[in-house]
């Protein structure tokens, strides 16, 4: 069975720093293309990065980009999101989901909260 | 970017009812459009992928469909546990981006 779980959400304060991991299990990580998505309280969902199972290409949101860096350790089946300068309009549930045509599979997500 | 119209914002239906759901792009993305549901607290859960195939273990209820740009949900004979929330997505180019979401409610 696939899983997805998330961890490492949390209050945090405004420029701050968090770092969010989504350990993968029920499938062969290392050749899977994984993202992150997030959803704002009470909103929609953004797509926010996405890393290619062999770790070469990266894409990232421009609401992101220069702030968050994405990665990968496929030894540990494990997918990470370094969240940097933190604003309060990063505040949302984080997910982490599997695929690059389609997202078939998403973790349960972890909340962030980015307030003083 | 391109951009996901998705139409109505909010919806009211009858156990039983049809439904459709419909999401226009702002630009061609040929069949790489996916529509989730999502129920409160809860994860997105994959639908249709591919614009109309559907994923394993989603009752056939449920179906998708594409004219252009413009790309349709179909929901037959609407069960209880089919009032959530639906996105579409595209993923013909980065950034990949949703719908707005449209809200299926009991009337």
């Known amino acids: 069975e696939v899983q997805l779980v998330e961890s490492g959400g949390g209050l945090v304060q405004p420029g701050g720093s968090l770092r969010l991991s989504c350990a993968a299990s029920g499938f062969t990580f290392s050749s899977s293309e994984m993202n992150w998505v997030r959803q704002a309280p009470g909103k929609g969902l953004e797509w926010i990065s996405y890393?290619?199972?062999?770790?070469?290409?990266?894409y990232y949101a421009d609401s992101v980009k220069g702030r968050f860096t994405i990665s990968r350790d496929n030894a540990k089946n494990s997918l990470f999101l370094q969240m940097n300068s933190l604003r309060a309009e990063d505040t949302a549930v984080y997910y982490c989901a599997r695929g690059v045509v389609t997202l078939d599979y998403w973790g349960r997500g972890t909340l962030v909260t980015v307030s003083s | 970017d391109i951009q996901m119209t998705q139409s109505p914002s909010s919806l009211s239906a009858s156990v039983g009812d049809r439904v459709t759901i419909t999401c226009r792009a702002s630009?061609?993305?040929?069949?790489?459009l996916s529509w989730y549901q999502q129920k409160p607290g809860k994860a997105p859960k994959l639908l249709i992928y591919?614009?109309?195939s559907l994923q394993s273990g989603v009752p056939s209820r449920f179906s998708g469909s594409e004219s252009g740009t413009d790309f349709t949900l179909t929901i037959n004979s609407l069960q209880p546990e089919d009032f959530a929330t639906y996105y579409c997505?595209?993923?013909?180019?980065?950034?990949?981006?949703f719908g707005q979401g449209t809200k299926l409610e009991i009337k």
């Open positions: 630009q061609t993305i040929s069949s790489y």
């Open positions: 890393i290619s199972g062999s770790d070469n290409t990266i």
């Open positions: 591919g614009a109309s």
């Open positions: 997505q595209q993923s013909y180019s980065i950034p990949y981006t």
